[in-house]
Each structure stands twice: as structure tokens, then as C-alpha cells.
Nanobody, 126 residues
Framework: QVQLVESGGGLVQAGGSLRLSCAASGRTFSNYVMGWFRQAPGKEREFVAAISWSGGRTFYADSVKGRFTISRDNAKNMVYLRMNSLKPEDTAVYYC???????????????????WGQGTQVTVSS
């Protein structure tokens, strides 16, 4: 298994930026795809972004494309989500997740990911 711990959430004004971090431990980090999801109150968890094992492939939800950037540092067992031009509709709990079954294919369904962090709250005020 792998343990995932998110950090970096907080309260920010619309138009501002945040960088979320996810620290992984317990398994060879470079062997799997990582993803970020989010869940707003009363809504289902939704895909935000995913990154391949090497970082060479990324994929984003249309709602965040051009504003968010996912990256990883395998030497540090970290994955990041840089969020720019934040909007009130970005308010949610953000989760990082690991897909142990793939190194390249970037999946967007939450049930396809095997391990999850506890989440970090992001609140964007208007």
C-alpha cells in the first residue's frame, strides 16, 4: 500500500493561486500514475488532473485546463497541483490518489484509483 498526505489548501480570493502538495510513502512512488480529484459539498467527487509515472504525460479536466498544472518529483515522492486564476467554483476538498495498475494510462474515474489521501480544503472567495 501507499500512504498519501495532502497539504497546501486554504482560503484564497478569486483570481489567486495555491499549490497543493501530496507526499507519498510506503511503495515505490515512480511506479504508478497519480491523480488529483476534488469534491464540493453536495456533489460527487470529480477528476481534476492526472500524471504518468515519469511526468511526461498529463491530462486535465476541461474545467481546469489552462489554469491548473500537475507535476511530480519522484526523487522526493511528491506530486503537486499548481492552481492559478482560482474561481469560487473551484472550492472543494482536494484529494490525491494513486493508480497502482498503470504507469502511463491516465484514468479519470475515481473507482480506478487504489489509494487516497485524506484531502485538503480549498476555499475560493468571490
Amino acid at each position: 500500500q501507499v500512504q498519501l498526505v495532502e497539504s497546501g489548501g486554504g482560503l484564497v480570493q478569486a483570481g489567486g493561486s495555491l499549490r497543493l502538495s501530496c507526499a507519498a510513502s510506503g511503495r515505490t512512488f515512480s511506479n504508478y500514475v497519480m491523480g488529483w480529484f476534488r469534491q464540493a459539498p453536495g456533489k460527487e467527487r470529480e477528476f481534476v488532473a492526472a500524471i504518468s509515472w515519469s511526468g511526461g504525460r498529463t491530462f486535465y479536466a476541461d474545467s481546469v485546463k489552462g489554469r491548473f498544472t500537475i507535476s511530480r518529483d519522484n526523487a522526493k515522492n511528491m506530486v503537486y497541483l499548481r492552481m492559478n486564476s482560482l474561481k469560487p467554483e473551484d472550492t472543494a476538498v482536494y484529494y490525491c490518489a494513486a493508480d497502482f495498475h498503470d504507469t502511463i494510462t491516465l484514468k479519470t474515474q475515481s473507482h480506478e484509483y487504489d489509494s487516497w489521501g485524506q484531502g485538503t480544503q480549498v476555499t475560493v472567495s468571490s
